[in-house]
């Protein structure tokens, strides 16, 4: 049979979250979202989690959320654009002290949680959110086609479509609420074969049966997802034998 044309995909993970499987996930992704305390994390994990990312040659980037521990930054909040702009600044710094004395480089920003979702439909945050991007010079990563792209597109920021290997997705291309049957994927099989699809086709079947066109540069598997390591194993399995090669953005 004739063999697939070699592509390439970013595989992204949220890491310094606290989570068991942090060490093993590192060694699978291409690029390291780091919580920056705000959601999860503090400056011991941030360490930890970037020397890591440099031992594996894994870009860093920087996960800032609203100011919400309690809920692990998944509640909807509604700071003033100062207050969410300080919020930010705040975080952004304190991963680049500790990536600074870590000899490494914050390569990119992609907002956590109900953050991540909110800017995907709110103008408003959106541009709040591409202003601090583009202060630090760093590329946005997001959902495509959101409020989000088109901030970052007025701002002149790079901005790195994603989708997500172990998520839902509804019709409209935005991704279903934890609390839906679906939402959360955790059978190795089924989230590698959607991670080499979207990767190769930027195809995804959202809950309803409907198929999406979602075109990313970069996949996601959320740290938190039960058995995260091993979704990440089967993700680069399958991409291997698909031909697929795996590269931070």
């Known amino acids: 049979p004739r063999l697939a044309r070699m592509a390439a995909i970013d595989l992204n993970a949220d890491l310094g979250e606290g989570m068991s499987e942090d060490a093993e996930l590192t060694a699978q992704v291409t690029s390291a979202n780091v919580a920056c305390g705000f959601h999860a994390g503090d400056v011991e994990t941030m360490a930890v989690t970037v020397r890591r990312a ?15 521990r309690e809920n692990f930054g998944r509640s909807p909040m509604n700071p003033s654009p100062d207050a969410l702009q300080a919020d ?13 004395g870590a000899m490494v480089e914050v390569r990119y920003l992609k907002p956590h949680g109900a953050l991540y979702n909110r800017i995907a439909i709110d103008p408003e945050q959106a541009e709040v959110v591409a202003r601090v991007a583009a202060a ?4 946005l990563v997001g959902l495509p086609h959101s409020a989000i792209e088109a901030a970052a597109d007025r701002l ?17 291309g935005r991704l279903a609420p ?15 074969l959607r991670a ?3 990767a ?17 540069a970069s996949l996601c598997v959320h740290g ?26």
């Open 200 to 216: 190769r086709e930027h195809r995804v079947t959202a809950l309803d049966g409907t198929e999406i066109t979602v075109e990313a």
């Open 178 to 192: 934890r609390g839906e049957p679906g939402a959360v994927l955790s059978d190795p099989e089924v989230v590698a």
């Open 156 to 172: 002149r920021v790079r901005f790195v479509r994603e989708a997500f290997a172990d998520r839902g997705y509804l019709p409209d």
């Open 136 to 139: 630090a010079g760093l590329p």
């Open 196 to 198: 080499v699809r979207l």
């Open 224 to 249: 938190d997802t039960p058995g995260a390591a091993r979704l990440a194993r089967a993700v680069r399995a399958a991409g291997l034998q698909d031909r697929l090669t795996f590269d931070s953005f």
């Open 54 to 68: 440099r031992e594996h040659r894994v870009a860093v980037g920087a996960h800032p959320s609203y100011r919400d």
């Open 88 to 100: 930010l600044e705040a975080q952004l710094s304190a991963l680049a002290e500790v990536a600074v």
